[in-house]
């Protein structure tokens, strides 16, 4: 019995040991990089237990950026389903009236909604409805994040995001070149009713930029700089609905419907109604946007789709929020201290701990709704980035102004797999010397580990 004691003990002296050891490595590694170590926060556990082997202000309240997508979009999982489909329906009823139901599909496009008026001509023979309904219901009426800059909202990856989804929200805008020094021509990829300040001219390389100045009008682009080849650069859409209803109206004269009527607002009724047609799109294709590609507008609108789905009611940050609490509740993980306000981490008045998000990942049911869904090294957000891992690191990054995090799953040199976040708050470093110390501290890790 002694022996074994003994025996005992010295594995548990050489585990100290080790965990020591492979701790110094990744203090070193901090105290050698030029960013202060007040400004990281680091906590990686052990998958398998959840144990805790190395932290470094874990408790400490941060901005997690695009990393919060790993939380937001496993609870909105939970919540829809992997089966789940974004769906857009036009239903008839027995008095010859119309209802396009709308389900704040990221997909839908002006093609998939000619298609839904199409069939209807085609197939149902309805040529001239009474009436055409919106059951725009699936969400409130706000369009962007709590917390979003105002200044970004010309930002292509910040889109709105509404019941009026279409076209990723956004409006092509091409600059084409004419005669050496002479204004360039602009046009639109679908007429939605914007001026335009041509202050672009003809010239030796592509230097166009593209402004707008809300205080004077919001419908009004100023496009500078100059042009050699064509190019086409996307702006969000200042309204999204008005550019929808004009998307509406393409697909009604497309298909020769006879239909020069208003739409009005109204709740799809539940009975002596049918279903003329239907465009539809897989939840996976989000999941891929969302983890490999890091879409805002796609990762907000899953968000508020599960807060719509939780609450049996129109999608709001606050029943998104209550869907991603109760998820919690069901992991039994305390979030007293974290605060989340959007699905995207886009926002700043987001507090995430390190602490938290390793926790939250080493959790059985969030590792197999992720781990397969996750970049590796080389892609999406990580191309050109981790190469030195290969298939041995899954992880969704993060970047904001001052902020770089990153999350997810590493498998040591021993075997051993385990859920990391690292997140860097420091102004005085550029982005890149933050990314190179967040490669470096998961060198530790999986040659220490």
């Not at 001509?121 to 699936?138: A, C, G, L, T």
């Not at 991603?324 to 995430?352: E, H, P, Q, R, T």
């Amino acid at each position: 019995m002694k022996k074994f004691l003994t025996f005992l003990l010295c594995l548990i002296l050489i585990s100290g040991v080790k965990n020591s050891v492979s701790a110094a490595a990744i203090d070193k590694t901090v105290a050698q990089s030029d960013i202060n170590k007040n400004s990281i926060s680091i906590s990686v556990k052990e998958v398998q237990t959840g144990k805790t082997v190395y932290d470094l202000n874990e408790d400490k309240a941060m901005l997690p950026a695009s990393t919060l997508k790993l939380i937001t979009l496993a609870a909105s999982l939970d919540k829809l389903g992997t089966n789940y489909e974004f769906s857009t329906k036009l239903y008839k009823n027995t008095n010859n009236e119309l209802y396009l139901k709308l389900g704040a599909d990221p997909f839908l496009t002006s093609a998939g909604l000619n298609s839904l008026f199409a069939k209807a001509v085609k197939e149902k023979k309805i040529i001239s409805p009474k009436n055409i309904f919106i059951d725009d219901y699936i969400f409130d009426s706000n369009e962007w994040g709590e917390g979003w800059q105002w200044d970004d909202d010309l930002n292509p990856l910040m889109p709105k995001f509404s019941s009026y989804n279409i076209d990723g929200n956004k409006l092509g805008i091409t600059v084409a070149s004419t005669i050496n020094g002479a204004p360039v021509n602009i046009y639109t990829s679908k007429f939605y009713p914007t001026t335009f300040m041509n202050l672009a001219v003809t010239g030796k390389e592509n230097t166009i930029t593209i402004s707008r100045n809300n205080s004077i009008s919001p419908d009004m682009l100023k496009v500078e700089g100059t042009v050699k080849t064509q190019i086409t650069k996307y702006v969000p859409i200042n309204n999204p609905k008005r550019y929808f209803i004009l998307r509406l109206e393409d697909a009604i004269r497309s298909a020769k419907m006879d239909y020069y009527g208003s739409f009005q607002q109204k709740k799809t009724p539940s009975s002596n109604i049918y279903l003329v047609s239907e465009v539809k799109h897989p939840i996976e294709k989000a999941v891929k946007e969302i983890l490999i590609n890091s879409n805002n507008f796609i990762a907000e609108t899953v968000f508020k789709l599960a807060g719509a789905n939780y609450a049996k009611n129109t999608g709001s940050l606050a029943n998104s929020q209550n869907m991603i609490n109760a998820y919690f509740k069901k992991l039994n993980l305390n979030y007293d201290d974290i605060k989340i306000v959007d699905g995207s981490g886009v926002s700043k008045n987001n507090i995430m701990t390190t602490d938290f998000m390793s926790s939250f990942l080493a959790k059985n049911e969030v590792q197999q709704l992720l781990e397969a869904n996750l970049p590796a090294a080389g892609e999406g957000t990580l191309t050109n980035r981790m190469l030195y891992f290969k298939d041995n690191l899954k992880a969704k990054t993060g970047t904001l102004t001052n902020v770089s995090s990153i999350a997810g799953y590493i498998t040591s040199r021993n075997g051993k797999k385990y859920a990391f976040a690292i997140m860097i708050h420091d102004s005085k470093t550029k982005p890149n010397e933050k990314k190179s110390l967040e490669e470096y501290i998961l060198r530790d890790i999986y040659t220490n580990y």
